[in-house]
């Protein structure tokens, strides 16, 4: 508070105006004692009785009260009259509705993970009074290239890993180190949402890229109408159609990002989860001309809360990368990064996979019986891998009806349309996640389905 003795404005004057401001702007919230008039008389060189008659016009006013015991306070009434706090509150809640069932693809269930396991990793923490260097503690990078030649096969040197902070920053850095703004990237349609906005937030121009037909891809891509800098790949599972691109496809796609000069990002988000079906090379261990910059996440493995993806970048390309994480800083804490080689590197996250890997079989297989008794869907693709299946719905039955009303049940799914770049009715579908739920809880969740009406009623009755 700072009282203007030229501004012609009385002393009492200003001491209510500034007080009635801090109170209606929220920022002495309710319940906050009040500093005291000597206290405030003296701060601000005045006479008390002047400062008491401020307040007391204050107290009148209802903004301030004087209670028993501990003096005067921020009235509680304020709660319901200043609105800052309470939109504040709002814009961080969901939709509002109350959801019981989480079929979302992307959560996982903590409890899936070991206590003992996750503890031991955050006990061996060392304090740190050094920020991590910009692309990651060396030894979470050693420990991550010797994950991706067991894990995927890819040979790496711990140089090329770049450590960041999920897909979005890790693209981020992309964008801002191949200087994509202005230019055009090409993103799967349908797609990961968050690839669109992220380029989209960056001044980086996408052009969706149809992947329905795997065996339509190349042309597809040959045939972008602007001449594109990178494409945007799930070629180990679809995002979120949930297919896989085949060894010959793969070969052609890497010939043509050569020849066109266009570098290839290969998002290999949960390729860990696969039931039946033997792993597939990944894009950038068969390239053997490197314009594949390959993209890992912890999020599928292990914790989505934990924020930590990786880059591995081949060798020509890693300048810029690395001038750009320079530039940026490290976005990933240390007690994080140790925490993740501890788990990598005591075997702990190998156990985990191991052990998830057959109670996702379990969830898989409940999922997939238990949604054949629901009319409305044709059929069912993408269950050979990840951690969600792809519901395609007959013929006009609507997707959004279906998910507005699972809703107003308590249960959350997702719509196909939400992941494509332009909503299209004529193929309607469901993404439905399953990674994170048991089986009695799928179960409850689809029988649930079952009973909509969007999803009872089809063309043909
Ligand atoms: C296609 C795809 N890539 C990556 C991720 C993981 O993103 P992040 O690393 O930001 O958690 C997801 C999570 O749902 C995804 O669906």
Redesign the pocket.
Known sequence: MRIDRASGVSIRAQIVQQLRNALESGLLPSGRPVPSSRALATGLGVSRSTVVSALQELEGEGWIESSQGSGTVVSRRLDATSSTDHDLDQSETSSGQDIEIDMR??DLNPEDISRAGWRAAWRSIEPSTTPPPPPGCLELREALSAYLGSSRGLPCHPRQIVVCA???EALTLLALAFRWQGRTVAVEDPG?P?VRRTFHALGVSWEPVDVTDPDQLLANLQSTETSIAAAYL?PSHQ?PLGHRIAPDMRSDILRWANRAGVILIE?D?DSEFRFGVSPLPSLAGLDTTASTIYLG?M??VLD?GLRL?YLRVPTHLLGPVLETRDMLGTTVAAPVQQAVTHLLSSGELARHIARVRRLYQDRRLTMLRSLERIPAIDHITGAEAGLHVLASLRQGVSASAAVEQARSRGIYITDLDDYRARPDMSSPGLVLGYGQLKPATIRRAVNRLATLPALRETNDG
Do not use: E
Request: avoid cysteine; charge should be neutral; proline fraction near 12%.
């Open positions: 693809p992307g999920g897909t979005s990961y968050a799930t995002y998002d988000y996440t999020s599928k989505p993806s």
